[in-house]
């Protein structure tokens, strides 16, 4: 069974900065990709950022500049690295592996942005 365990998640004022990781439970490189995604209070979860494992990227406009998705395949790990935050970014921010067509989630890490 897959396991994602996202951390780093908080509280943070506008125009600062987090960090999220993904821990995953086996080599990155079992999964076509890895994303993070994200679900505002009473919205849909949405596409934030995805990488492949030939380092292909690929962002949502919202945070197209500000966010920076990262993988570390030695420590089976993925990263958010997110600047100039916005209140509109608070979410609960999910990791996710896509593998043969099917998807693993995280639980999810809380993002709240706020002065």
């Known amino acids: 069974q897959v396991q994602l365990v996202e951390s780093g998640g908080g509280l943070v004022q506008p125009g600062g900065s987090l960090r999220l990781s993904c821990a995953a439970s086996?080599?990155?490189?079992?999964?076509?990709?890895m994303g993070w995604y994200r679900q505002a209070p009473g919205k849909q979860r949405d596409l934030v950022a995805t990488?492949?494992?030939?380092?292909?990227?690929n962002y949502a406009g919202s945070v197209k500049g500000r966010f920076t998705i990262s993988r570390d395949n030695f420590k089976n790990t993925v990263y958010l690295q997110m600047s100039s935050l916005k209140p509109e970014d608070t979410a609960v921010y999910y990791c996710n592996a896509l593998s043969r067509e099917v998807n693993y989630w995280g639980k999810g890490t809380l993002v709240t942005v706020s002065s």
């Open positions: 990488v492949t494992n030939i380092g292909s990227t």
């Open positions: 086996r080599s990155l490189f079992s999964f076509n990709a």
